[in-house]
């Protein structure tokens, strides 16, 4: 029998919170028996909206907190004076071993550094990176890193490349995962000095599958299972995507209503339109994960709705089954050696 996987969230973190937060949480727990939640945060609000559903009381607990790091707070200033917000006190659940993973939809950046203080990384990890799982034709792929190293070195790229394969195979269970670096071409000497730098550190790693530089628009079309970037470039994807998304779902629904023969075409196609554009809905794919931390902590979108908490807390559960922690480790000291 598998073990309980126990996951502190930030109820009070993002900006639907607590209300979707704590949805997102019973959902979770309804769905898997494999999983207890910690609700961190102010234990009036969070009760009121526990109140509000049937659930297995077993799988939740509720863990007072009496303040909030609002999303504009100088994040280091926020971590050191706010030692009773959620935000913090769910992340030292993590470091004490009382929990395997956090999951906010709070402040990216009081999350990035408590993250790294709190929890702390891997030993031999330079720069933990975000790394959402991004919808692609083919199934999905690994944007590693999306917003945690706007000035990463080629050797961090390096360990994005492992820790992002490690990921891919245990969690997602994609044998050999193919790992490309974003350029602008596909030719090996194309690119800026950071990316012409990298590429042979990667076409000389043993330990993993690199297939050479992708092009954005190849993407989409899963050119690639671990896609990796600094930051910078893994935001801007990262945005583009959810708004090149959103505005062609917009555009779908407004053709389909332009006449009476498009109204009855759209009834007709409604389900299997509805089955495809689910698939490429990010919120079906969870949070990103801090990669290299020694404990698991992920961070959802900040409008994240109770579909997303719920499947961040889920991908919690084959992240922590898989020890995925002591994979990386391993990953990495074999780099050292």
Same mark, same amino acid.
Request: net charge neutral; charged share 25%; proline share 4%.
């Given at each position: ?7 502190? =969230? ?53 863990? &007072? ?126 690119? &800026? ?19 050479? &530089? ?11 299972? =671990? ?16 708004? =090149? ?91 050292? &050696?």
């Amino acid at each position: 029998m598998a073990e309980i996987v126990k996951v502190a =969230v930030d109820a009070m973190g993002g900006d639907n919170a607590p209300s979707e937060i704590v949805k997102g949480a019973v959902e979770a727990v309804r769905e898997s028996s494999h999983v207890k939640v910690f609700l961190v945060g102010g234990e009036a609000v969070v009760n009121a909206e526990l109140a509000k559903y049937t659930y297995n009381k077993e799988q939740v607990e509720v863990v &007072n907190a009496t303040e909030i790091i609002e999303t504009a707070e100088p994040p280091v200033m926020a971590i050191r004076k706010k030692k009773d917000s959620s935000l913090v006190k769910a992340l030292m659940l993590v470091k004490e071993g009382t929990c395997d993973a956090y999951v906010s939809a709070g402040s990216t950046g009081a999350t990035l550094v408590g993250g790294q203080v709190i929890v702390g990384r891997i030993k031999g990890v330079e720069r933990p990176p975000l790394a959402p799982l991004i919808p692609t034709v083919t199934g999905c792929s690994l944007l590693i890193d999306c917003g945690a190293n706007v000035d990463a070195r080629p050797s961090h790229l390096v360990q994005f490349a492992k820790m992002g394969s490690v990921y891919m195979e245990h969690v997602m269970g994609i044998k050999n995962p193919r790992v490309a670096i974003v350029n602008i071409g596909a030719e090996e000497d194309k690119g &800026n000095a950071l990316v012409k730098e990298t590429f042979p550190l990667l076409k000389n790693c043993p330990d993993i599958n690199f297939v050479g &530089n992708i092009e954005a628009r190849d993407i989409p079309s899963g050119g690639a299972d =671990v896609i990796v970037c600094e930051a910078f470039v893994g935001n801007v994807i990262l945005k583009m995507y959810e708004g =090149v998304g959103a505005a062609l779902i917009k555009k779908v629904k407004e053709g389909m209503m332009t006449s009476l023969r498009s109204k009855i075409g759209a009834l007709l196609v409604k389900p299997a339109l509805k089955s495809t554009l689910k698939a490429f809905d990010l919120e079906e794919y969870g949070g990103a994960p801090l990669l290299g931390l020694n404990g698991l902590v992920v961070k959802t979108h900040g409008s994240s709705k109770a579909v997303e908490i719920k499947n961040s807390i889920l991908q919690c559960i084959t992240f922590t089954e898989q020890n995925i922690n002591k994979k990386i480790k391993e990953k990495i000291t074999m780099e050292e &050696n």
